[in-house]
T-cell receptor, first 114, second 109 residues
Framework: DAGVIQSPRHEVTEMGQEVTLRCKPI?????LFWYRQTMMRGLELLIY????????DSGMPEDRFSAKMPNASFSTLKIQPSEPRDSAVYFC????????????FGQGTRLTVV | AQRVTQPEKLLSVFKGAPVELKCNYS??????LFWYVQYSRQRLQLLLR??SRESIKGFTADLNKGETSFHLKKPFAQEEDSAMYYC???????????FGTGTKLQVIP
């Protein structure tokens, strides 16, 4: 397995534009997480899916952010409209329910909103 | 609610000196604790987990339930240990993984 795959690796967009980040979890994993990493706040959990169902979205900063998981092998995080303060690295991670619930991370998407 | 606190944003030590990265947690139940590491320009990866009681790259971490701590230790720091370290918590049977804000370890040659 190639691990968690995220696209794009880098995204530069203008303020006000819509941004869509994509994630393919590891096959067989039933939990998926979206995190945002910034210098100031470290790694923040935005939303967490289990069996494609959003379980906890309390970390989603505001209504401009939305996430979907239409099937077990794909998830998106959308920001509309984007703002400069959304600039960060966004990580997707997946894990398998059970003991030793290690989360496997993608390489992240570095988003810059100008 | 589950919470992970890493009080130090940056820890600088000299090569060969001991290292201790602090982590405290809050969780009403039996947690699973982890340390993740992110080397420069690489993805986050698991370093070690408390349930395994293992030593990885010379690092160890002991879960202290009385103090609700899971500090990461290494007796002699090496330059290649310079990285960002995150402490993480997961509740058993509940898969949400909560991370601390991270500590940047800088090993000075």
């Amino acid at each position: 397995d190639a691990g968690v795959i995220q696209s794009p690796r880098h995204e530069v967009t203008e303020m006000g534009q819509e941004v869509t980040l994509r994630c393919k979890p590891i096959s067989g994993h039933n939990s998926l997480f979206w995190y945002r990493q910034t210098m100031m706040r470290g790694l923040e959990l935005l939303i967490y899916f289990n069996n494609n169902v959003p379980i906890d979205d309390s970390g989603m900063p505001e209504d401009r952010f939305s996430a979907k998981m239409p099937n077990a092998s794909f998830s998106t995080l959308k920001i509309q409209p984007s703002e400069p303060r959304d600039s960060a690295v966004y990580f997707c991670a997946s894990s398998q329910t059970g003991l030793n619930t290690e989360a496997f991370f993608g390489q992240g998407t570095r988003l810059t909103v100008v | 609610a589950q919470r992970v606190t890493q009080p130090e944003k940056l820890l600088s030590v000299f090569k060969g000196a001991p290292v201790e990265l602090k982590c405290n947690y809050s969780y009403s139940g039996s947690p699973e604790l982890f340390w993740y590491v992110q080397y420069s320009r690489q993805r986050l990866q698991l370093l070690l987990r408390h349930i395994s009681r293992e030593s990885i790259k010379g690092f160890t971490a002991d879960l202290n339930k009385g103090e609700t701590s899971f500090h990461l230790k290494k007796p002699f720091a090496q330059e290649e240990d310079s990285a960002m370290y995150y402490c993480a918590l997961s509740g058993r049977g509940y898969q949400k993984v909560t991370f601390g804000t991270g500590t940047k370890l800088q090993v000075i040659p």
